[in-house]
T-cell receptor, first 114, second 115 residues
Framework: AQKVTQAQTEISVVEKEDVTLDCVYE???????LFWYKQPPSGELVFLIR??????QNEISGRYSWNFQKSTSSFNFTITASQVVDSAVYFCALSEVYGQNFVFGPGTRLSVLP | NAGVMQNPRHLVRRRGQEARLRCSPM?????VYWYRQLPEEGLKFMVYLQKENIIDESGMPKERFSAEFPKEGPSILRIQQVVRGDSAAYFC?????????????FGPGTRLTVL
């Protein structure tokens, strides 16, 4: 069965610090997709990234970077030089190619203090 | 290209009333999903629909909840005889193809409060 774990419930950092949000997943499939979504205080869900299981290359997008390691079943998310606007709940999610839906982790609440 | 639309954004019902939540997928998307987010929790899958078909309703409570996605018009999530425990944010997502392959894009959610 699919499962996504985000062990960090809440993280607080001071502006300009780097922060890494952990995501560990479980699946029996060899082909699957991993996602990160951001939920700011306004409540909507913002898509950040999608990564398939065959592509372990790390990705960088501005201040955001993702580290995918199949050996440890992890898909961690790092924000460099955090800003107050990064304050949100971040969800990691997993979908299997022949699955019908996403399985979301419980989320990590990030607070960036000025 | 408008995103996923949900209405109403906020809905207040008294116990025993019915709640109807609407979702219009992104243009070109024929797959719709409903998720529920209880306060301080992650999202839980409820149901996956394509036009006129329920594909997977394994996450839907067996009683009082139903969903449809008619040939014309939005997808509807219907909750009959609401109880306080139904208070939550209900998110709709859509994708152009299969859930396992395509990214799901989420609507802004409907926040249901049951008094």
């Amino acid at each position: 069965a699919q499962k996504v774990t985000q062990a960090q419930t809440e993280i607080s950092v001071v502006e300009k610090e780097d922060v890494t949000l952990d995501c560990v997943y479980e699946t029996r499939d060899t082909t699957y997709y991993l996602f990160w979504y951001k939920q700011p205080p306004s409540g909507e869900l913002v898509f950040l990234i999608r990564r398939n299981s065959f592509d372990e290359q790390n990705e960088i997008s501005g201040r955001y970077s993702w580290n995918f390691q199949k050996s440890t079943s992890s898909f961690n998310f790092t924000i460099t030089a955090s800003q107050v606007v990064d304050s949100a709940v971040y969800f990691c999610a997993l979908s299997e190619v022949y699955g019908q839906n996403f399985v979301f982790g419980p989320g990590t609440r990030l607070s960036v203090l000025p | 290209n408008a995103g996923v639309m949900q209405n109403p954004r906020h809905l207040v019902r008294r116990r025993g009333q019915e709640a109807r939540l609407r979702c219009s997928p992104m243009k070109g998307h024929s797959h719709v999903y409903w998720y529920r987010q209880l306060p301080e929790e992650g999202l839980k899958f409820m149901v996956y629909l394509q036009k006129e078909n329920i594909i997977d309703e394994s996450g839907m409570p067996k009683e009082r909840f139903s969903a449809e996605f008619p040939k014309e018009g939005p997808s509807i999530l219907r909750i009959q005889q609401v109880v306080r425990g139904d208070s939550a944010a209900y998110f709709c997502a859509s994708s152009p193809g299969l859930a396992g392959i395509d990214t799901q894009y989420f609507g802004p959610g409907t926040r249901l409060t049951v008094l």
